[in-house]
């Protein structure tokens, strides 16, 4: 079941527990203040669900099954509430950064 705009293809259709958009490009515009809200515990995925962004309401987490790359035009702002920052591999920490007070602290481990 499902429903049809012009003669291309494009279709909006479901079977009960998936909704698929089917068109050739997706092109999707929110008004000025609108949000796109998705709920907690569910991922926005990118190919083979290896990349993937979600959060729970509490914590995001950015996640990539090889490579993840940032290019910047401009500068490149971390603002640290918490003050630390953990620079890990296969979730052991190397070292970390505290900022406190106006001091910097480097950890080993």
Same mark, same amino acid.
């Given at each position: %079941?499902?429903?049809?705009?012009?003669?291309?293809?494009?279709?909006?259709? @479901?079977?009960?527990?998936?909704?698929?958009?089917?068109?050739?490009?997706? =092109?999707?515009?929110?008004?000025?203040?609108? /949000? $796109?809200?998705?709920?907690?515990?569910?991922?926005?995925?990118?190919?083979?669900? @290896?990349?993937?962004?979600?959060? /729970?309401?509490? =914590?995001?987490?950015?996640?990539?099954?090889?490579?993840?790359?940032? =290019?910047?035009?401009? /500068?490149?702002? $971390?603002? %640290?509430?918490?003050?630390? %920052?953990?620079?890990?591999? /296969?979730?052991?920490?190397?070292?970390? %950064?505290?900022? =406190?007070? @106006?001091?910097?602290?480097?950890?080993?481990?």
């Amino acid at each position: %079941v499902g429903l049809t705009f012009g003669n291309d293809g494009e279709k909006i259709s @479901g079977n009960g527990t998936k909704l698929d958009i089917a068109a050739s490009e997706l =092109d999707f515009s929110i008004e000025s203040g609108g /949000d $796109i809200n998705v709920g907690a515990n569910i991922g926005i995925t990118f190919g083979d669900s @290896g990349e993937r962004i979600e959060g /729970d309401g509490t =914590d995001l987490t950015i996640h990539s099954s090889n490579n993840l790359t940032m =290019d910047i035009g401009g /500068d490149l702002t $971390i603002d %640290v509430d918490g003050g630390d %920052v953990y620079y890990k591999d /296969d979730s052991t920490t190397f070292f970390h %950064v505290r900022f =406190d007070s @106006g001091n910097t602290t480097l950890f080993n481990g």
